[in-house]
């Protein structure tokens, strides 16, 4: 009998020593602003707050944190990290701020990265065209990579705009469209791309579908300066 307690005992001790050595270990996320929706290993588990438990398998997750009016932020959580509570502060999206436009906009500002078209008022000349359209271009970004007045080409370089925490370029392309022999239009692109400013190249940049403000003059320079056709 003796022998049986002993050993039942033990059992017990072991169980209770296992599960104090493999207890799952907590780390509290708290989130600024706290409407912040969190993702956890690209599952989305909360907002503002969130306890996270690691199992025995598990050194770390992927936490991302979004919220509107807000930069996206992703973050690599350990289990060895040394603090129970863990306090993120989403830093404000001041491109966005800054910019018009973008996906669903349905007030003529969804134009960012497309194409749209200028028909130019009867009784103007190509070179009249011609110049005003160099001159828009040369006034907002200074730089023209082409201008190939034969065939109605312009396309200026990059223009860089910084942020506290990103970069946006911007650039204006144009190509004469040949649509009308009794109509000259033009068609016009503005493109926007953005990136993290701790991020180095080009290759960081990707699609921002918003314009920035600043260039809602060029938008209506194009319209007033040469547009208006029927």
């Known amino acids: ?30 989130v600024t602003p706290d409407n912040a929706k969190i993702y956890i290993d690209g599952a989305e588990v909360g907002a503002g ?12 997750v992927m936490v991302k944190l979004e919220a509107p009016g807000y930069i996206t932020k992703t973050y ?16 404000e999206d001041e491109a966005l ?3 018009m436009g973008g996906d669903g906009e349905d007030d003529g500002t969804d134009i960012a990265n497309r194409w749209f078209d200028v028909t130019c008022r009867k009784g103007l000349t190509e070179d009249i065209i011609w110049k ?19 065939a109605g ?18 650039r204006l392309e144009v190509r004469m469209s040949f649509t009308d022999e009794d109509q000259i239009s033009y068609r016009v692109r503005l493109e926007s791309q953005i990136k993290d400013k701790d991020c180095r190249g080009n290759q960081c940049y990707e699609k921002f579908n918003y314009i920035l403000n600043k260039y809602a003059p060029l938008i209506s320079e194009l319209q007033t300066s040469v547009g208006g056709g029927e």
């Open 153 to 170: 080409w312009i396309k200026t370089r990059w223009r860089t705009t910084n942020f506290t925490e990103q970069t946006v370029r911007t």
């Open 49 to 60: 707050t969130y306890t996270v438990k690691f199992d025995r398998g598990t050194d770390f």
């Open 132 to 150: 005003r359209l160099m001159n828009i271009a040369v006034k907002n970004f200074e730089d023209v990579e082409v201008r190939d007045k034969a």
């Open 97 to 99: 701020a800054a910019s």
């Open 76 to 91: 690599k959580l350990t289990k060895d990290n040394p603090k129970k509570t863990i306090l993120y502060k989403l830093p």
């Open 1 to 30: 009998m003796k022998r049986t307690f002993s050993t039942g005992f033990a059992a017990i001790l072991c169980l209770c020593l296992c599960s104090f050595v493999f207890s799952a270990p907590k780390k509290t996320i708290h």
